[in-house]
């Protein structure tokens, strides 16, 4: 069945570096666009990051445009978040979740159309 699973979460200090992984099953990535959300204690959840794996266009919101990478690797089934200069305010469980192509007139960043999301990995920055 449909799995996404995100790994990669840990401790790291402000300023360090963390890459974060989201292994999919069940489908074939070309098919399916993935998002990478994150949700701290007491706020809602944010879109942070958004690929569009037939051609590999990425998006992201503007709190981490320039420290934040999104890329896939469609043969493999995986998804990446590189993320550098990170910052207390990363703190988070982050998700990945696929959305399926013709659903791009929602707004990525909203969470509309994403129909399965992985069970989240957490990142702590702090020294």
């Known amino acids: 069945q449909v799995q996404l699973v995100e790994s990669g979460g840990g401790l790291v200090q402000p300023g360090g570096s963390l890459k974060l992984s989201c292994a999919v099953s069940?489908?074939?990535?070309?098919?399916?666009?993935i998002g990478w959300f994150r949700q701290a204690p007491g706020k809602e959840r944010e879109g942070i990051a958004y690929?569009?794996?037939?051609?590999?266009?990425?998006y992201y919101r503007n709190s981490v445009e320039g420290r934040f990478t999104v890329s896939a690797d469609n043969a493999k089934n995986m998804v990446s978040l590189q993320m550098n200069s990170l910052k207390p305010e990363d703190t988070a469980i982050y998700y990945c979740?696929?959305?399926?192509?013709?659903?791009?007139?929602?707004?990525?960043?909203?969470?509309?159309?994403?129909?399965?999301w992985g069970p989240g990995t957490q990142v702590t920055v702090s020294s």
């Open positions: 069940g489908f074939t990535l070309d098919n399916y666009n």
């Open positions: 979740a696929r959305r399926a192509r013709g659903l791009d007139y929602y707004s990525w960043y909203s969470g509309r159309g994403f129909d399965h």
């Open positions: 690929i569009t794996t037939s051609d590999g266009n990425t």
